[in-house]
């Protein structure tokens, strides 16, 4: 009995213990189950979970009328955790087609330790696909061992210029890591770079687990920039100038279209040029954008500047007559015409068409040294014209107080300061807008990663001289283009036209010495209702260098060009020219 009892008492107990460890036990599967499952859940999930950027592509760059200029294209980078790598040979013989890399070279990228190893780097986005199908079949086929895992893509873009060498020096380039080298790209390079974002995927056997991907931050696409340029007007004098460097065995060549009105500019042009898309074509040379940073002598287009300011002091007339021989002295310096010539009587209008050095300095000395120097300034000599293209020089022009006595002298016909493409553009674009300046440009607009469209501000502007002063002034410019002037093969048919020729001496940095010449040539049309401005300089050509013989041509051309696409008619008026000389002026004034 007492055995019995004993033996009930144990197995209660024994039954008690296990009672007390299934209720434990249920009790852990609960806090498992219930309570600790979503943080062990998360946990794993964590751990599975890769954090990748996002990328944001550039702004495009387009002409005025949206046609691209430069734009980012999808692109993918294929990246490898070599540690993941089972066999580096099998897998370099599989993948070599398919990336169109030899075996030979993918195989030390395989090989290692290294978690991020690029494999290739800005391919397209059928490439990734055609690895990825290609190593879903091998893998199905093989054994577990001999899968291979590992290779991952990240998304990106590559920069493309669908337009080639056109506008290159202008929009330049991005560099390897997607930042704007030169030009506009990099300029705005602010507003054209994005913002980027993250995104978080599963990461299941070396692979993205399909439809893991998860944006957690998204990436903002850059501004897109809308320039004033004229794809086609642009192209033709691309073209133009191309050709005439070419046939002149020139240094350099460059091309302005501008509209004297508003600033903007329809084409900016240089030759030699470059391809974007093609890498060896491009040197640190070639990206400068010589319209801004190349620095000249005017020459003889100064002497707009000096007649200009003569006749807004009211020195003198169209029509005052200067007695101009080939050479004299002056100021104790000798100076002389380009051609020999006997002693002439021309009036100020002969003077600017025939370009005589000898006259611009008598119309130079008509007005005190700080008089001429404001003039100079009025017109943006030595200051940015604000175009806000990077690299962008101001020029030289010396201070009164440094001029020597041949300053004022050389400085009357276009010599002893320098200027910019750009800079020589808009004086000539001041007398054709009424005497005012106006800043130039070559942004119309932005458009944000929404889709809104920003016009840009209207350009600055300030007069520099009268309205009447520039009409004299447009009127003695027709005379330059005449058969009595040194510019008729800027002549265009149906057309007024107006501008001044240059050539000037060539500083050469060299020899710190004059050698060759800068040959240019500036003008407006319609003459009397000015629409456009083109100008040409070309730089050491060899052989013929007159700017009415090498630049002039390429004016007409252009020129002619955008007057048809822009669909300007003829204005219809005669030109009623000012005497060239006393003689003409005697008659002139005897038949009136």
């Known amino acids: 009995m007492a055995h019995r009892d004993l033996y009930q008492r144990r197995i209660r107990a024994m039954v008690g213990i296990m009672v007390v460890t299934l209720v434990v ?42 046609v691209e200029l430069a734009r980012s294209v999808d692109a993918i980078t294929i990246v490898v955790d070599q540690t993941m790598i089972a066999d580096p040979a099998t897998t370099a013989s599989v993948v070599s087609p398919i990336l169109n890399i030899p075996a030979a070279n993918l195989l030390p990228m395989l090989t290692g330790t290294k978690r991020y190893q690029i494999i290739a780097k800005d391919v397209a986005p059928a490439v990734w696909q055609n690895l990825q199908t290609t190593l879903t079949t091998y893998n199905r086929a093989s054994g577990l061992s ?11 873009y590559v920069r493309e210029y669908p337009t080639g060498k056109l506008a290159a020096s202008l929009v330049g380039i991005t560099n390897a890591a ?29 692979t993205i687990i399909p439809g893991s991907a998860i944006i957690k931050t998204e990436a903002k696409a850059g501004t897109g920039v809308q320039l004033t340029i004229n794809r086609d007007v642009e192209w033709v004098a691309q073209d133009a100038i191309a050709s005439a460097v070419k046939s002149a065995k020139a240094a350099s060549g460059t091309v302005i279209v501008m509209d004297p009105k508003t600033g903007r500019i329809l084409a900016e042009a240089s030759a030699p040029s470059f391809d974007p898309s093609i890498p060896k074509t491009i040197t640190q040379d070639s990206l400068r954008n010589p319209a801004v940073q190349d620095m000249y002598e005017p020459g003889s287009t100064g002497k707009v500047i000096t007649l200009s300011a003569a006749l807004e002091e009211k020195n003198i007339t169209p029509t005052s007559v200067f007695t101009v021989p080939y050479s004299f002295k002056f100021a104790g310096g000798s100076y002389h015409d380009a051609e ?20 611009a300095i008598q119309i130079g000395a008509t007005m005190s040294h700080d008089t001429l120097y404001s003039y100079l300034t009025k017109f943006g000599i030595g200051s940015s014209t604000g175009s806000g293209l990077p690299g962008e020089q101001v020029g030289q022009l010396p201070p009164v107080a440094s001029w020597s006595n041949s300053s004022a002298p050389t400085i009357s016909f276009g010599q002893g300061y320098s200027v910019t493409a750009l800079q020589a553009t808009s004086v000539m674009a001041t007398i054709a807008n009424d ?21 840009a501000a209207n350009q600055q502007s300030v007069r520099v001289v009268s ?8 009127t003695m410019l027709e005379s330059v283009v005449s058969q009595n002037g040194t510019a008729p093969a800027a002549a265009i048919p149906g057309y007024r036209v107006a501008g001044k020729t240059g050539t000037a001496q060539r500083n050469d940095n060299t020899c710190h010495c004059y050698r060759g010449y800068t040959s240019s040539f500036i003008g407006f049309a319609p003459a009397d209702k000015p629409a456009y401005v083109v100008s040409v300089v070309i730089q050491n050509p060899q052989g013929q260098h007159l700017g009415g013989v090498i630049a002039a041509p390429v004016f007409q051309k252009v020129m002619s060009f955008v007057l048809q696409s822009e669909h300007i008619q003829p204005t219809g008026g005669k030109p009623a020219p000012y005497p060239l000389n006393a003689a003409d002026l005697a008659l002139a004034t005897k038949k009136g």
């Open 467 to 474: 309205s009447q002063t520039a009409q004299q002034v447009r």
């Open 178 to 206: 997607g930042v704007g080298a030169s030009g506009i790209e990099s300029s705005l390079e602010s507003k054209l770079a994005g913002t980027n974002g993250e995104y978080l995927y599963a990461n299941g056997a070396g």
């Open 146 to 156: 001999k899968r291979i895992v590992g290779f991952f893509s990240e998304r990106g």
């Open 25 to 66: 036990i249920a009790l852990r599967l609960i806090d498992v189950q219930a309570v600790q499952a979503s943080s062990i859940s998360k946990r794993a999930t964590n751990e599975m979970m890769m954090t990748s950027t996002l990328l944001a592509p550039r702004g495009e760059i387009t002409d005025v009328n949206g």
């Open 340 to 359: 020999h010539h006997g002693v002439e009587h021309l009036t100020a209008t002969g003077v600017l068409a025939q370009s005589s050095n000898v006259g």
């Open 435 to 455: 005497g005012v300046r106006v800043t130039p440009t070559v942004i119309a607009g932005t458009t944000d990663s929404s889709g809104h469209y920003a016009p």
